[in-house]
């Protein structure tokens, strides 16, 4: 593995960015705890605090480990504390005085920590500035796509793996463990980030047959066959064999940068109905990347989709079976798995060049089996370039 740090040019780009978008929204800083906006504003997640005003430089609170953050941040301000409770003196010293508006990560800061902090910060109007940081991380710098470039690398060859070693009566949880091992052999760091509380990140959907027609629900298309009340999702107990669809979406992580991809597989030949089904998904992910180019709507893009799947006669089973269908197909990925924007229903997010999604049309046939696939595009100032690089095919074994 080469060694990884993220340039100073890109820290100050963000933090450029991201001062410009709230003195736009009146919020005089920003205080950040989550570990991914952390990393991103800073290079480094070591446990910490960072406070970035509406003007000047940042400062990074460091309670463990200083040495290593200071070896990865190449920001100017980097201070060891003890306890949360002196950054208020401390923003003041540097500052001259605290910010009358401090923004924080509402959507992921748990309650107990914000009236935590309104006990260190009495005095201070505390606003929502989730909004801010996620609109300066949807926009991907070439650095990212270069380091997402990485990771569709080590999914391209772990696809090619799972063709070599795929056979009959593994258990899907086996064959997963299987491709895990090589993909955390070849740098994924396993440890999926996911923003939603609820949701739970789960390197390996493995669906085969009938156990992708249980529920099948696109991000969380599970309980198939033998996977259990506790977890109900991801791969199962259930034999792969041989004559059936096997629907594998995985999704890696390296260097903090995500790919979500999924791929059709059979073992020996695929029913005839499964296989029109895969066939039709390829289509309407195609006609989707040929629809995309800055300006239109991400709403757009998802009613394309749809209009083309009833025309190829798959409405009843686009996006779930009939009363329990999702609205989206497709979000945004990088630093964590599901990102800003989401392609979907009624969202009238404009493509922006820069921006990188996870499209991924799907069916669900139920009790029968799941057809679809998944691949990971970025919008260009023309049109659009595919991250992904295993093959929009379906790969009979």
Not at 299 to 327: C, D, M, Q, R, W
Request: charged letters at 25%; proline letters at 5%.
């Amino acid at each position: 593995m080469e060694e990884f740090k993220v340039p100073e040019s890109e820290i100050i780009a963000r933090k450029d960015a991201l001062q410009k978008e709230i003195r736009t929204n009146e919020i005089d800083g920003i205080f950040i705890s989550q570990r991914v906006d952390q990393f991103y504003f800073t290079g480094t997640s070591q446990n910490g605090y960072l406070y970035i005003p509406a003007e000047g430089e940042p400062l990074l609170f460091i309670k463990k480990y200083l040495p290593r953050a200071l070896t990865e941040s190449p920001l100017k301000h980097i201070i060891e504390i003890s306890s949360i409770k002196d950054i208020p003196g401390l923003i003041t010293d540097y500052y001259g005085k605290l910010p009358g508006t401090m923004g924080l990560e509402f959507d992921v800061l748990p309650v107990k920590q914000f009236n935590f902090y309104r006990t260190i910060f009495p005095a201070l109007k505390f606003v929502d500035a989730s909004a801010s940081i996620l609109k300066t991380r949807m926009i991907k710098s070439s650095w990212e796509i270069e380091q997402m470039e990485k990771t569709a690398e080590l999914s391209r060859a772990t696809f090619a793996y799972a063709r070599e070693i795929i056979r009959p009566e593994l258990t899907e949880m086996e064959f997963s463990g299987i491709l895990d091992a090589f993909s955390r052999k070849h740098g994924h760091g396993a440890q999926l980030r996911i923003r939603d509380y609820q949701t739970e990140g789960y390197t390996w959907h493995i669906l085969s047959g009938k156990s992708g027609g249980m529920v099948g629900l696109l991000d969380s298309p599970a309980s198939g066959e033998g996977t259990s009340a506790a977890f109900p999702c991801g791969a199962g107990n259930k034999l792969l064999a041989a004559d059936e669809p096997i629907m594998i979406d995985y999704s890696a992580v390296m260097n903090g940068y995500h790919m979500d991809e999924t791929r059709m597989f059979a073992i020996g030949s695929m029913p005839d109905k499964a296989l029109k089904a895969c066939r039709a998904a390829i289509e309407i992910h195609d006609s989707v990347l040929e629809k995309v180019r800055p300006g239109i709507t991400t709403g757009e893009l998802f009613l394309h989709a749809e209009t083309i799947a009833g025309s190829l006669g798959y409405a009843e089973y686009f996006l779930g079976p009939p009363g329990y269908k999702v609205s989206f197909i497709g979000h945004g990925v990088g630093l964590e798995l599901v990102e800003q924007p989401v392609i979907a229903r009624g969202r009238n997010d404009r493509l922006q060049p820069g921006m990188v999604f996870a499209l991924e049309p799907k069916m669900v046939f139920l009790n029968e089996f799941s057809a679809g696939i998944e691949s990971v595009f970025m919008v260009t100032e023309t049109g659009v370039r595919l991250i992904s690089r295993v093959p929009a095919e379906i790969f009979i074994c």
